[in-house]
C-alpha cells in the first residue's frame, strides 16, 4: 500500500475526493430520514408544532412520546409475543431445515428429485398472493387469531434456509458420516452428534436471514392476529395510522421503538449480518 | 432400533445392513414429515384451491358460482387492475438505479477508504428497518412542509416550486419508488461488495503498479468477478417490483394512482371479500413471475456465455469455498 501512496498523482487525489463526498452523500440521506424521526420523538407537543422539523429537540430526556405510544399499541406485549414467535419459529425452521437437507442431501432415494423441484416451484409462488387462499385453509383449521397458528404459517414457509442448510451439507465430505458409522453410530446420531454441531455458520446465517424477516414480518401477522393483545410489534406500529393522522411526534417514537431491537442486533452482530446477507445471495 | 446396537457385534456384514436399510426409511420419514406437512398444507394445497377459486364468484364463507374464465376477462379489462401492472415499472426503474447506485459505491468502497464500516453500516442499515417503519418514516419525510420541504427550502428553493410529493399524480410513484431504493440499495451493495472481495486485493495492487487506472480497473478486475450476481441481483430486483407492497400500503394507501398489483389484490381479497377475482389476479402474476424466470434462465445460458463466465463462475466457487474453509476455521 505504501508504494501506491508514494505515487499518488493529482488524479488519484480527485479520486479521493469524490470517493469520499459520494460516500458521504449517501451515507447522509441514508441516515436524515430515521434521524429526523429521532428528533420529532422527542418533541413535546408545542415544540413539534413551533420548531423546524430538522431543528434539534429542546430535550433528549423527553420520554412522554414514546409513554405515549407504548401505552396506545401495547407495545410491550406485542414485543413479548414477537419475541415468542421469534423464538419458536427460529427453533421449527433451523431443525426442520436442516433436517430436510440431510435427507435431500445424503440420500438418494425414488421421489428425492421431485421434492427438490416442489420446494424449488414453491420459491417462484409470490407470498402475498398465496395468502388469499392460504387465509380461508387457516380459517377451516381454525388457526386464525391463535399465536401458534402464525407460528405455524411463518414456519411453513421457509424455503431460504433450506437452501441454506442444503449448499453447507454439499460442502460436509460424506466420509464423515461413513466413518461415524464403522464406528456403530445411527443415522441419527450422524445428524444429531456429528453433522449438527458442524452446521454452526449455516445455522447463524439461516437464523440472521429469517430472524430480520420475522421480526419485520407484517401481512400475515396483519390477516392472521387481529386481537389486540395478539398483535406482533409491526403490526403494533401499523395502528399509529389511525388515531395520531398527523401527530408524527408520537408515529415517529413507535418508529424508533421498533427500530431500537433491530438496531443493537446488527451493532452486535454486524459481521455475522453481513456474511449471512452475502452467503444467503449465492443461493440464486 | 435398540436391538441393532445390542447385536451389533455378532451381525453378518448382510444383516448389517438390513438394519441400515430400515434406519434409511425411518430417517427418511421423520425427518422429512413436518417440512412436507407443511409444505403441502400451506403451499401446494393453497396454490391448487387458488386456480379452481379462479373461476369461481366467492366469498370466503358462503356459496360459490362458477363464471368460468370471467374473473380473467376482469384481471384484463378493469383499468385498476391490469393497469397497476404498469405501476409496478417505476420500481422497475428503481431496481436498476438501486443497482446501478450500489455498483456505484461498492466500487467505491474496494479502493481502500477510511472508515469504510461506518459509510458500510449507515447505508446498510435502512434494510434492516421493518417495512411500516420505513412507510411511516417516508410519509413524515414527503408530508406537506415536513423534512423534505424543509431540507429543499434550506437549499434555496422557493416554496412555491416545491410539488406535493405524494398527491401530485405526475411524481408520486416516483417518490415512492425512491423510498424503496432507499431501503435496499446498501444490501445489494454490500452484495456486491462481498463478491468483489472475493477477488484477491493484491490484483489491484499490482494492477496499480502496472499503470492500470481505476476505470480499467473496474472492467477487467472487478467487473469480471461479480458479472453473474449481478444478473441475477437485477432478476431478483424485477421480479420484486412485481410484488412493491408496502410503500404504496403505508404511505398512500394506493391512492391518487400508486395502487401497485398487491395494493389492489389485498383490497379486492380482504376488503371487498371478492375471492374469486382475487385468485384470478394471483394467478396472472403468477405467469408472469414464470415467464420471467424462464427468460432469466434463457439468458444466463446464452447471454453470459461469452468465456469470461467461467472466470465469474471460478471467481464465485472460490469465495464459496474460501468462506467455508474460514467458517470450518472459526467453528
Not at chain 1, 421449527?92 to 421421489?111: C, D, E, I, Q
Not at chain 1, 431500537?260 to 454486524?270: H, N, R, S, T, Y
Not at chain 2, 414464470?290 to 439468458?299: G, L, P, S
Request: charged content about 10%; aromatic content about 14%.
Amino acid at each position: 500500500m505504501s508504494e501506491i501512496n508514494d505515487k499518488k498523482s493529482v488524479g488519484s487525489i480527485i479520486f479521493s475526493i469524490f470517493k469520499y463526498i459520494s460516500l458521504i452523500i449517501a451515507s447522509l440521506i441514508s441516515i436524515i430520514p430515521v434521524v429526523v424521526c429521532v428528533f420529532t420523538a422527542f418533541k413535546t407537543n408545542e415544540e413539534y408544532q413551533a420548531t423546524s422539523v430538522l431543528s434539534l429537540p429542546s430535550n433528549f430526556f423527553n420520554f412522554e412520546n414514546f409513554a405515549i405510544a407504548i401505552k396506545q399499541a401495547n407495545m410491550l406485549r406485542c414485543f413479548l409475543n414477537t419475541g415468542i414467535v421469534l423464538v419458536v419459529v427460529l427453533t421449527v425452521s433451523v431443525l426442520t431445515g436442516s433436517m430436510l437437507a440431510y435427507v435431500l442431501n445424503r440420500f438418494k432415494f425414488p421421489g428425492s428429485g421431485l421434492i427438490n423441484s416442489l420446494f424449488l416451484f414453491a420459491s417462484l409462488l409470490p407470498g402475498i398472493a398465496m395468502q388469499v387462499t392460504i387465509y380461508q385453509i387457516m380459517y377451516q383449521l381454525g388457526f386464525i387469531n391463535h399465536l401458534y397458528g402464525y407460528i405455524i404459517v411463518l414456519s411453513g414457509t421457509d424455503i431460504i434456509s433450506i437452501y441454506i442448510f442444503l449448499q453447507f451439507f454439499e460442502n460436509l465430505p460424506i466420509s464423515l458420516d461413513e466413518s461415524a458409522i464403522m464406528d456403530g453410530c445411527t443415522y441419527f446420531g450422524v445428524f444429531f452428534k456429528i453433522l449438527f454441531p458442524l452446521l454452526k455458520p449455516a445455522i447463524i446465517t439461516s437464523l440472521v436471514l429469517k430472524g430480520v424477516s420475522v421480526y419485520n414480518e407484517y401481512y400475515a401477522s396483519n390477516l392472521y392476529l387481529t386481537m389486540p393483545e395478539l398483535k406482533t410489534i409491526s403490526t403494533a406500529l401499523y395502528t399509529f395510522t389511525g388515531p395520531y393522522g398527523n401527530q408524527y411526534n408520537y408515529i415517529c417514537s413507535g418508529v424508533i421503538i421498533t427500530i431500537i431491537p433491530i438496531l443493537i442486533f446488527f451493532l452486535v452482530f454486524q459481521k455475522q449480518v453481513y456474511s449471512g446477507m452475502a452467503s444467503g445471495a449465492v443461493k440464486g | 432400533m435398540g436391538g441393532s446396537v445390542t447385536n451389533a457385534g455378532q451381525k453378518t456384514f448382510a444383516q448389517k445392513l438390513q438394519t441400515r436399510k430400515a434406519q434409511r426409511y425411518i430417517i427418511i420419514v421423520t425427518f422429512m414429515f413436518i417440512p412436507l406437512l407443511l409444505l403441502l398444507v400451506f403451499t401446494y394445497i393453497p396454490f391448487i384451491k387458488m386456480v379452481q377459486f379462479s373461476f369461481y364468484d366467492m366469498k370466503y364463507i358462503g356459496t360459490k358460482t362458477f363464471v368460468g374464465i370471467q374473473n380473467y376477462i376482469d384481471v384484463f379489462k378493469r383499468p385498476d387492475m391490469f393497469g397497476s401492472l404498469f405501476v409496478s415499472v417505476y420500481y422497475m426503474g428503481g431496481a436498476i438505479l438501486q443497482l446501478a447506485l450500489a455498483l456505484f459505491f461498492a466500487t467505491m468502497m474496494v479502493f481502500k477508504v477510511k472508515g469504510e464500516s461506518i459509510f458500510k453500516a449507515a447505508m446498510f442499515f435502512p434494510y434492516l428497518i421493518c417495512g411500516i417503519a420505513v412507510g411511516f418514516i417516508f410519509k413524515f419525510f414527503y408530508a406537506r412542509g415536513y423534512v423534505l420541504d424543509t431540507l429543499l427550502q434550506l437549499f434555496g428553493m422557493a416554496p412555491e416550486n416545491i410539488p406535493l410529493w405524494l398527491q401530485d399524480q405526475k411524481i408520486n410513484n416516483f417518490s415512492l419508488a425512491a423510498t424503496s431504493v432507499w431501503r435496499y440499495t446498501g444490501q445489494n451493495m454490500v452484495l456486491f461488495l462481498g463478491a468483489m472481495m472475493s477477488v484477491d486485493t493484491d490484483l489491484y495492487e499490482a494492477a496499480s503498479l502496472d499503470g492500470a487506472n481505476k476505470w480499467h480497473q473496474f472492467r477487467y478486475i472487478i467487473m469480471p468477478s461479480i458479472k453473474s450476481i449481478i444478473v441475477l441481483n437485477l432478476v431478483l430486483s424485477i421480479s420484486g417490483s412485481l410484488s412493491a407492497f408496502e410503500p404504496p400500503y403505508v404511505i398512500t394507501n394506493g391512492q391518487m394512482g400508486t395502487g401497485t398489483y398487491f395494493v389492489i389484490m389485498n383490497r379486492i381479497a380482504h376488503e371487498n371479500q371478492r375471492v374469486g377475482l382475487a385468485c384470478a389476479m394471483a394467478v396472472v402474476l403468477l405467469v408472469i413471475i414464470i415467464i420471467c424466470t424462464v427468460a432469466q434462465n434463457v439468458f444466463f445460458k446464452y447471454a453470459l456465455n461469452d468465456g469470461s463466465e467461467d472466470e465469474s463462475k471460478a471467481a464465485v466457487k472460490a469465495k464459496k469455498q474460501a468462506q467455508k474453509a474460514a467458517k470450518k476455521g472459526g467453528a
